[in-house]
């Protein structure tokens, strides 16, 4: 599909691409989808299943967008301090940033954005959030929606919804770009449209409306009040 040919903006193409059209807000996981940290995460949470006794192998393959304290609860033995274990796990990635990088291309699709137009959904509480993001050199945002701001994490849309109301925009006129199924699914929950980063985990779902591998297939066109994006080369989510 040509930028401005044919599609209904809502993932549909014509084997060209996929456009999105009536765009009004623009929010972004964090981890997996315009940064890496899978070093320092691997090692913190390897760390923390050695120390509890779990399954490292399970524990990583459930954490992946989910807050700290929901994977936390869900490996730990009864009786754990719960609060103790997410401070101790907060302080050894605080502690770690080594390895923390941008995602090719996502700086440059952030900083083409209007500053008041997008906003950061993420898992991570705002200190580790903003620590990673500054490590990465991708700039600020001036909406951030942290584990700090929920009482319930992906897969449930509550950040999600929460980001769009502080953007004024109805979650319908936005787009998610999400990696991995627990965002995905609280993405489409808030009736936003879902674009998957393919890459670090490549999870497909068949609830996000396009999949690509980078922001070097996507771009950002105006369209009245509101934007447009064509998706060059995407697939289905």
Not at 148 to 154: E, W
Not at 204 to 228: H, N, R
Request: with cysteine; glycine share 14%.
């Amino acid at each position: 599909m040509r930028p401005d040919g044919n599609g209904d903006g809502n993932g549909n193409g014509d084997g060209d691409g996929v456009r999105l059209s009536g765009i009004e807000g623009f929010l972004f996981d964090m981890d997996g989808t315009i940064l890496t940290s899978i070093p320092p995460v691997v090692r913190a949470w390897t760390a923390w299943a050695e120390r509890i006794g779990a399954d490292a192998d399970a524990v990583m393959g459930f954490m992946h967008g989910r807050r700290a304290v929901d994977t936390i609860e869900r490996f730990s033995p009864a009786g754990t301090d719960i609060a103790a274990e997410v401070r101790w796990l907060d302080a050894r990635e605080h502690a770690d940033l080594d390895g923390v990088a941008e995602i090719a291309g996502a700086g440059d699709f952030l900083r083409a954005l209007p500053p008041d137009r997008w906003g950061i959904v993420t898992s991570a509480n705002r200190a580790l959030a903003l620590a990673r993001i500054g490590a990465a050199g991708l700039p600020l945002p001036r909406l951030l929606v942290s584990s700090d701001d929920v009482t319930a994490g992906k897969p449930d849309p509550q950040g999600y919804r929460m980001a769009a109301a502080r953007l004024g925009v109805d979650p319908a006129a936005c787009v998610v770009f999400e990696d991995v199924t627990a965002g995905i699914i609280a993405g489409a929950a808030a009736g936003a449209r879902v674009i998957r980063i393919a890459g670090e985990h490549g999870e497909d779902s068949a609830l996000a409306v396009a999949a690509i591998d980078g922001y070097g297939q996507a771009t950002l066109l105006a369209e009245g009040g509101a934007w447009a994006l064509h998706l060059s080369g995407a697939g289905r989510g």
